[in-house]
Nanobody
Framework: QVQLAESGGGLGHPGGSLRLSCEDS????????LAWYRQAPGKERELVAS???????TYAPSVQGRFTISRDNRKSTVYLQMNNLNLEDTAMYYC?????????WGQGIQVTVSS
C-alpha cells in the first residue's frame, strides 16, 4: 500500500525558514516525478515545486528563489526547503508522486506563517 507521509510543518515567522519532508513507503520512489502543492483557505490547490526523476526542478513564480525542492531516492524522501517565508505561504502543503496516469497524494501538513 502506497503511503506518503509529510512532516516538518507548523508555525513559521515572516523571513524565517521551515523544511518539509515527505517520506514514501510502497513506491519505487526513484521512478516517480515528485511535487509539492499547497492549498490556502478559499483558494484552489496550486503547484509549488516539482522535481523529475532526472532531478529537473520547476517552481511557482511566487516561491522562485525562496523555496528549494530536492529528493533523496535512497531515503525515499522529497524535501521542500522554505526560506524567507511570508504570510502568503500559509497553506496546507501536500506532496505528490506521479508516474504516467498514476498519482499519489500525502494527507497534507499545515504551514502557518505568522508574526
Amino acid at each position: 500500500q502506497v503511503q506518503l507521509a509529510e512532516s516538518g510543518g507548523g508555525l513559521g515567522h515572516p523571513g524565517g525558514s521551515l523544511r518539509l519532508s515527505c517520506e514514501d513507503s510502497g513506491l519505487t520512489f526513484s521512478a516517480y516525478n515528485l511535487a509539492w502543492y499547497r492549498q490556502a483557505p478559499g483558494k484552489e490547490r496550486e503547484l509549488v515545486a516539482s522535481i523529475s526523476m532526472a532531478q529537473e526542478t520547476t517552481y511557482a513564480p511566487s516561491v522562485q528563489g525562496r523555496f528549494t525542492i530536492s529528493r533523496d531516492n535512497r531515503k525515499s524522501t522529497v524535501y521542500l526547503q522554505m526560506n524567507n517565508l511570508n504570510l502568503e505561504d500559509t497553506a496546507m502543503y501536500y506532496c505528490n508522486a506521479r508516474r504516467g496516469s498514476r498519482a499519489y497524494w500525502g494527507q497534507g501538513i499545515q504551514v502557518t506563517v505568522s508574526s
